[in-house]
């Protein structure tokens, strides 16, 4: 009897461990930031007019509730920078996810079908980039597509840009692409390999068998099968890209709008973290669609696979 | 067994006629992975219109086969020739040859209705073709309230039908079918055969079958290639392999049978005779064109008889005597199992010191009480022409 009790607890620690977690490290941040963003600013440290504060009893709460402002909100919703920021950035990791699909497909393609020794080394070649620090490679970035970076030294040594010309990537909205694809494309490419690699050689085999050709095998059989890996990959790029601030702040232009960044400048420039916080919560109601349509279908895959 | 009544099956032996070309001719094929040599230099003739089985143990070649022929392998040595052209050359996808596979291969994607219709839809037939083709399909293979159904929703038999009905549906010239009734139960099993018969002999097309099951072999095909480890044995029609046998391994690797190991015995003046240590006497044997030596002779259980009496001398019988070992009953026949000593069996030890033989017998009666019991001494005789004497 006690020992099923005692189980029973520990089934439950370990149930209630994660849920926990998400308490500590995301409900109750993420409940700090909607209570500033529902704040005012003020010249005060912190930079803001407290909310919610219960070392003033239940009064002053009740007071503050029916007091709460939805000003900074309205205030995104009037200024056009904010809404272009989030439709940009929206673009911007659409279009990086796009790319970052047709270059990982062809990898994680050549990877499945390469000979099985081969494949924990390519998978290792995959993931190594991982080990060195993400900003580390995305300044190594800067060093590459400068006016006299690396890229430009290698066109002019072949011969295709003349001496006296200079790229001008860097600070464009081509550089982030290219930051975001380089970035993230082993979450492209891994969801991919696990597609392709389980796909059964021999379906390709009966399509030319009845007398399909090899490309259009390809697409009537490889693709549909690799959907799974697909989505997986384009969600697994897309949403962290959208809020990506290291990239467009060290790789964009002047002109590069992502929400992460007017965040930052909300927060850090003018020290306005109502704003800020505001823009975050927006940022997260935003990116929740995408995160729950991921979920959804991971589930529908699990239901399907069983 | 239907075919070989009509009057067309019983005159359709193309291989024995010198002029007939064959439809797919694989000459001197050898195919080698790596440093394992899979198909070992054999050569095969298939005809137009053939019901061809390849018959043999599992590893022994005969998927390998078949994907050279479909094009998913080529041949380390040799070329195949189909309609007499060589078809090293041409791509899979314009072969005009279908193979079912023998994983299935189904798309896991499509539903049953799809995946047989994927290949004619290849052709760009009009759509009201392909839906009556595929309904034509699916109710010849009996899965008609299956056609929405994907492949994970079926039963293992179920996914088999599937496979042969898309390998069915583009009605190549030539069809591979690589173990396409493995997974069924008899009765389905005996049925689409029968169909597959009819289909063959319908439109015309060219057979070539892989099968573990010997009886399927010998009920569908026109000839059997029995295979071992990448060559071929014998290829024959069904009764000449089951009757003669080319050698011990064929003998053995088709039906029930008793080998006798022993040497022959020719001269100019006697008939040949068979010795064996294992035989009180030599046996009369029927030998044409074989020379003395060691050689083996093979008898088939169900043409021997049993009696408890001792048959009256007569040169085209062989006969030799035993005690009752065992007797298993299987309904339609009881198979005599006789230790060849005059020894009672009681309390002797199983081993091979004594051959044991085994006769089958119908029982055409129904038995209340066995006039043979265990331990009577008995004597088999067989004609002597029913002894297949085996060199190899
Ligand atoms: N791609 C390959 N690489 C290496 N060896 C192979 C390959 N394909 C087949 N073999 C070997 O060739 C031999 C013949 O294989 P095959 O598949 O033709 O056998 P099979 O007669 O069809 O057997 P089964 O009745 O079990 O299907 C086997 O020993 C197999 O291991
Ligand atoms: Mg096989």
């Known amino acids: 009897m006690s020992t099923r009790r005692k189980s029973g607890w520990g089934r439950r620690l370990v149930i209630a461990v994660p849920y926990l977690w998400l308490l500590v490290f995301f409900l109750a941040p993420f409940a700090i930031v909607v209570r500033i963003s529902l704040s005012e600013v003020a010249i005060a440290m912190p930079p803001y007019l407290p909310v919610f504060d219960l070392s003033q009893g239940f009064e002053a709460f009740w007071q503050d509730l029916s007091a709460l402002s939805f000003d900074n909100y309205a205030w995104l919703a009037g200024d056009p920078l904010y809404i272009n920021s989030y439709l940009s950035s929206l673009w911007i990791a659409g279009v990086s996810t796009l790319l970052a699909l047709l270059i990982g497909f062809p990898l994680a393609y050549g990877m499945a079908r390469a000979p099985h020794s081969w494949r924990p080394i390519l998978m290792m070649a995959v993931i190594l980039p991982f080990w060195t620090s993400f900003l580390i490679r995305v300044y190594a970035w800067i060093g590459i597509l400068k006016p006299e970076g690396l890229l430009t030294l290698f066109a002019q040594t072949i011969g295709i840009l003349s001496p006296d010309d200079q790229l001008r990537i860097l600070n464009t909205n081509t550089a982030v692409y290219i930051g975001i694809v380089y970035s993230y494309l082993p979450f492209m490419v891994l969801p991919l390999y696990a597609a392709l690699e389980r796909m059964d050689a021999s379906l390709l085999e009966a399509a030319q068998d009845l007398g399909c050709p090899p490309l259009k095998a390809f697409w009537s059989i490889t693709v549909p099968l690799a959907v799974p890996g697909i989505i997986a990959g384009c969600f697994l790029v897309f949403i962290p890209a959208v809020g990506e601030f290291v990239i467009p702040d060290l790789l964009g232009g002047s002109d590069t709008l992502m929400i992460g960044r007017t965040l930052w400048n909300e927060f850090f420039n003018n020290r306005d973290w109502p704003v800020s916080s505001a823009v975050a919560v927006l940022l997260l109601l935003v990116l929740i669609v995408p995160i729950v349509a991921f979920q959804h279908f991971q589930q529908r895959q699990q239901e399907a696979m069983r | ?392």
């Open chain 2, 1 to 392: 067994m239907a075919k070989t009544m009509g009057p067309v099956r019983r005159a359709f032996a193309p291989w024995d006629d010198p002029l007939a070309e064959p439809l797919i001719r694989f000459e001197r094929i050898s195919k080698r992975f790596g440093d394992f040599t899979a198909i070992d230099d054999v050569s095969l003739d298939i005809y137009e219109r053939e019901f061809f089985a390849l018959l043999g143990p599992s590893g022994c070649g005969k998927t390998t086969l078949m994907r050279m022929l479909a094009g998913f392998e080529t041949p380390s040595e040799g070329r195949i020739l189909l309609d007499g052209e060589d078809i090293s050359a041409i791509p899979p996808h314009r072969r005009p040859v279908n193979m079912m596979f023998q994983s299935y291969a189904l798309f896991p994607h499509m539903n049953v209705a799809d995946n047989i219709a994927f290949g004619l839809k290849q052709d760009n037939l009009p759509k009201t073709d392909i839906a009556a083709c595929v309904e034509e399909m699916l109710s010849l293979v009996k899965l008609e309230p299956f056609a929405k159904r994907k492949p994970d929703q079926l039963s293992g038999g179920q996914r088999q039908r599937v496979a042969l009905a898309r390998s069915l549906a583009k009605r190549p010239k030539v069809l591979l079918l690589d173990e396409p009734l493995g997974a069924l139960d008899k009765k389905l099993r005996e049925e689409t055969q029968f169909e597959l018969m009819d289909i063959q002999e319908k439109l015309g097309m060219t057979f070539l079958i892989v099968t573990h099951d010997q009886e399927e072999a010998m009920t569908v095909a026109d000839r059997i290639a029995v295979m071992n480890e990448g060559t071929f044995e014998q290829i024959a029609p069904p009764s000449v392999i089951y009757e003669e046998p080319s050698s011990r391994y064929v003998a053995g690797f088709i039906g029930d049978i008793n080998l006798l190991e022993g040497t022959l015995a020719t001269s100019l003046d006697k008939a040949p005779t068979f010795a064996s240590p294992d035989l009180p006497a030599p046996v009369t044997v029927e030998a044409e064109g074989l020379a003395s030596g060691p050689v083996a002779l093979a008898v088939r259980p169900e043409k021997l008889r049993i009696a408890l009496d001792e048959p009256a001398d007569d040169p085209a019988m062989a006969k030799v005597s035993g005690r009752v070992w065992d007797i298993a009953y299987m309904g339609d026949v009881s198979i005599f199992h006789v230790r060849l000593s005059d020894e009672v069996c009681e309390g002797q030890p199983k081993d091979d010191s004594v051959p044991i033989i085994r006769a089958t017998i119908a029982n055409t009666t129904r038995l209340v009480e066995r006039p043979i019991a265990w331990d009577d001494k008995v004597w088999l005789s067989w004609d002597k022409s029913a002894g297949v004497v085996l060199t190899r």
